[in-house]
């Protein structure tokens, strides 16, 4: 009855620890090299360029704070456009682009950004960028030490818990149908 009981016990933390762990971590346990997957939004903001034709944006940390000295590099495709630095109110601002669409990054944080000229930006196009240090940068990310990492050490746990009670439970309704009296 023992070995019974141990086995549903295993069973029941299996499936629980199936069900939590995404599919990568278990390639990984597997020996293979652990994947690390990044999803970003696929979505570029329209930006307005000033009359004067000035792109500008601002550099801030995930609280909203602002970023001074933050290097910023502008790029188009692989070739770099501009390599600036956010003054001391994290603004940043590059004259001379034409319109397209740019990569704007600082630090870890990368943006796609279509630029338009004032005569031909959308009414939807806003006056400047917004580059969150940090949070483009790590939004979507699993293994390493992501944020995916502390999800799935907090799910690894709970199934712990859960199989734990549910083995708990197997065992007291055991120790229940035991003490029933057996009919000569």
């Known amino acids: 009855m023992k070995m019974l009981n141990w086995l549903k016990g295993t069973a029941i933390a299996l499936a629980a620890l199936g069900t939590m762990l995404p599919a990568t971590q278990l390639q990984a346990a597997e020996g293979k090299a652990p994947l690390k997957i990044v999803t970003t939004e ?37 070739q770099s456009i501009a390599k600036i630095t956010s003054d001391q109110s994290g603004v940043f601002s590059v004259s001379g682009l034409k319109g397209g669409v ?23 196009s806003k006056e400047q960028a917004l580059v969150i240090l940090g949070k483009n940068g790590t939004r979507g990310a699993l293994g390493g030490l992501g944020g995916g990492t ?21 065992n007291d309704l055991q120790d229940d149908v035991n003490k029933i009296p057996k009919s000569p």
């Open 42 to 78: 696929a979505t570029v903001l329209d930006i307005t360029m000033s009359a004067e034709g000035v792109f500008a944006g601002r550099v801030v940390d995930h609280a909203g704070n602002p970023v001074a000295d933050a290097e910023v590099v502008i790029s188009q495709g692989k």
């Open 102 to 124: 740019y990569d704007v990054r600082s630090g870890n944080t990368a943006g796609s950004f279509r630029i338009w000229t004032a005569t031909a930006a959308p009414e939807s």
């Open 150 to 170: 502390l999800v799935l050490a907090a799910a690894v746990v709970a199934s712990l818990i859960i199989s734990a009670i549910a083995i708990s439970k197997l």
